[in-house]
């Protein structure tokens, strides 16, 4: 099995800053893909970015300019900087570890991340 836990999310102005982290562990030799979603309320979930073990990265249209996704192998770790933030931006943020890609195997609990205007 593969646990994901992410962290770093909370309230900031618009055009504010937050760094999400999402730690994996278990079973991780399998994953090769990891993707953050999010959520906002009444809104279906949607990708927002998501990096290959070797690097190759994705991002949706809405947060490109705005959002870097970065991974640390040694650490099972994935960071998504979030730039520029937006009030749209509100969501519940959660990372996702794939063997491939657009097809998400395990779900962290997901990280609140709330901009004001």
């Known amino acids: 099995q593969v646990h994901v836990v992410e962290s770093g999310g909370g309230l900031v102005q618009a055009g504010g800053s937050l760094r999400l982290s999402c730690a994996a562990s278990g079973r991780t030799f399998s994953i090769n893909i990891m993707h953050w979603y999010r959520q906002a309320p009444g809104k279906q979930r949607e990708l927002v970015a998501g990096?290959?073990?070797?690097?190759?990265?994705y991002y949706a249209e809405s947060v490109k300019g705005r959002f870097t996704i970065s991974r640390d192998n040694a650490k099972n770790t994935v960071y998504l900087q979030m730039n520029s933030l937006k009030p749209e931006d509100t969501a519940v943020y959660s990372c996702?570890?794939?063997?491939?890609?657009?097809?998400?195997?395990?779900w962290g609990q997901g990280t609140q991340v709330n901009v004001s205007s």
């Open positions: 990096i290959g073990s070797g690097g190759s990265t």
């Open positions: 996702a570890a794939a063997v491939s890609w657009f097809q998400p195997d395990h």
